[in-house]
């Protein structure tokens, strides 16, 4: 049986506070968690669905645990105010306008190559997480920004949709690097992207693949989308309405019915902000800033779904 919802109080539970530890997307079958599979060749998730069945939801579930283990963030938001509880966070960058998130891409470029010849021999750095909302229609802005700006003589293609695909990256050096015989070194770069079934069926414009995804998250999915993806394996499953329910496929063809974990904009932040660890927790007046910042903002956060986050936060919590 799956649970019906999944808190944050829930999944805080099973993290044992590591750095590094991969984030939780939410709990299948038994309460087993399912989690993104960091060192899988192509170690991306899209989330694909139509409106409103939560993929904001998930990226946010994802990117906030990915800060929390001592990532860094940059966060593409073309629809402009889908993840206000990362705004101004100082590990979590947050890109709105097409020239900036095309300025951006050109420079994760560049740290991709960095970071592949540098990895097995030094520490590349944080993990970088770049969150991109809606990846279909953002790559068709970032096609036509560039037949704008584009000097004559210079190559048609965008070079950020280029760069965008080497972050995604069917080549070794973006996946990982084979130094010399020893040890396979990660660079530790991953996209974690929503967008929606028609985008999703064309190939998100003709962009990259289901392949260059290891962890696929789908809500509803009309036939031709799950023969797309699954090349007949298996049989479509039975499609639940239910809030927060996805079927995530692993690389290795895996179908996992999970209930995706729900945070609140207010939990999301604070565990980017504070970490799990109580250990980790800075000094009381850091999170109480973060508090500060969200009645604010928002004014007062919904009764229950903060509530965990206070009682962890006042040393109340069952951890
Ligand atoms: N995993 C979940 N658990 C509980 N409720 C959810 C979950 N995912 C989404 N929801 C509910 O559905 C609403 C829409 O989700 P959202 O992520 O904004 O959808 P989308 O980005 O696909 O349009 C959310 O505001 C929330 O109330
Ligand atoms: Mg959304």
Known sequence: MLPNEVTYAEIAALIDGSKDAP?????ADGNQPITVDLDDDSPHVLAASGAGRGKTVLLRTVLSQALAAGGHGVIFDPKI????WAEDLAKCEYHRSVETIHDRLLVL???AARRAGVAGHIDVGP???????ELGPLVNRLIRYWREIKAPGEPDASPAVEALCKLLGTGAEQRRVQVGAGPIAPIKMHVVASTQRS?????????????????RCLADYPPHVWRLLRRDVSPLPSRSRHRGRWQVVATDDTVTETQVGFFSPREARTLAECGWSRLALPAPGRCAQVLTWFRERFGRARAGRGGAVSRRLTGGGSR
């Not at 984030?23 to 709990?27: D, E, N, Q, Y």
């Open 81 to 84: 105010i889908s993840h206000p």
């Open 109 to 111: 470029r560049e740290e």
């Open 199 to 215: 985008s999703a069926a064309l190939g998100m414009g003709g962009l990259a693949g289901w392949e260059n995804f290891g962890t």
């Open 127 to 133: 993990r970088i997480w770049v969150l991109i909302e």
């Open 23 to 27: 984030p939780i997307i939410g709990l």
